[in-house]
């Protein structure tokens, strides 16, 4: 059965590259970003596979997404899955430090945006019985790091709406699942560095990280389990990726 699938963020990254995947099963796809051109180039080269809607749109404007999904065509009126990928993160700096427009900026996208994304979709979900609501969180939602400070936290939201939306839904036939990827090479340092290639390139030296279309499979892959089935979360990290141990300042006492 076809179905169609809202994706934010699909002109780069995880979002662009699900916008592939989806389409190579049929799906129908509405693809949301910023950047028109990308998005344009993206339909031009699906269009044999899926019928997409694409729509350029800043999504921390309220009522841009609201005309938005009134404005949806004719078959495109009924998501079956949203993919919630939109989001950045904005620097590395201590909070003592960090830029207060840059964390207003991740808490707008990341959570605000998302938020209403989901809470202007749910109602035609739950009339139809029928949904699934794709959450891309981060490892950082749960492991903190110096200088992850509001992106972190943005993605710990992230997380626990994820929890609270399987809550309330219960009983319906509508699946939320939170996906949270560590370290993958799409534009993600690109954009927390401001452009600056060299210092992003840094980030992925020397490791072989996650890519968008590992993320990709795997969403797609979330997506076809059986109607019985809700992934709630999945934490992936590259094998190059773990833990280290907490560090203990020494120089205090
Ligand atoms: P990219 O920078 O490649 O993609 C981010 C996407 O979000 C772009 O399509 C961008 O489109 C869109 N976006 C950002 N802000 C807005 C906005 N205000 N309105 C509309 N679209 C917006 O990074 P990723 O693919 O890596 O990131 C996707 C998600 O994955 C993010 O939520 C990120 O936090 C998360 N993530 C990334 C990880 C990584 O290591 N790469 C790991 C864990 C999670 P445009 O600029 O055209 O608007
Ligand atoms: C992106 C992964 O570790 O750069 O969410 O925050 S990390």
Not at 8 to 34: Q, W, Y
Not at 52 to 80: M, N, S, Y
Not at 170 to 178: A, D, Q, T, Y
Request: charged letters at 20%; proline letters at 4%; one cysteine or more.
């Amino acid at each position: 059965m076809t179905r169609t699938v809202l994706i934010t963020g699909a002109s780069s990254g995880f979002g662009e590259a699900c916008a592939r995947k989806f389409a190579a099963s049929g799906d129908n796809l509405i693809l949301l970003a910023r950047r028109v051109e990308r998005l344009e180039q993206l339909k031009a080269e699906l269009s044999g596979h899926a019928h997409v809607h694409c729509v350029a749109i800043d999504l921390t404007d309220a009522a841009a997404l609201q005309r938005t999904l009134a404005a949806l065509p004719e078959g495109f009126q009924a998501p079956d899955i949203l993919i919630n990928n939109a989001g950045l993160a904005l620097g590395l700096s201590s909070a003592d430090e960090a830029d207060m427009q840059d964390w207003e900026t991740m808490i707008n996208t990341n959570i605000t945006a998302l938020v209403r994304m989901t809470r202007l979709l749910l109602p035609g979900m739950v009339a139809r019985n029928r949904g699934h609501i794709i959450n891309v969180g981060s490892t950082a939602g749960s492991w903190p790091y110096p200088g992850g400070n509001v992106y972190g936290a943005t993605k710990a939201f992230v997380q626990q709406f994820s929890r609270e939306l399987r809550a309330d839904l219960l009983g319906k036939n509508i699946k939320v699942s939170n996906i949270e990827p560590g370290m993958a090479e799409t534009e993600f340092s690109l954009v927390r560095f401001k452009q600056d290639k060299d210092k992003a390139d840094t980030v992925y030296d020397g490791t072989q990280p996650l890519t968008a279309q590992d993320i990709a499979d795997i969403i797609h892959w979330v997506c076809s389990v059986p109607p019985h089935v809700n992934i709630n979360a999945m934490e992936v990290m590259p094998l190059c990726q773990a833990w280290g141990p907490l560090k203990i300042d020494r120089t205090m006492s």
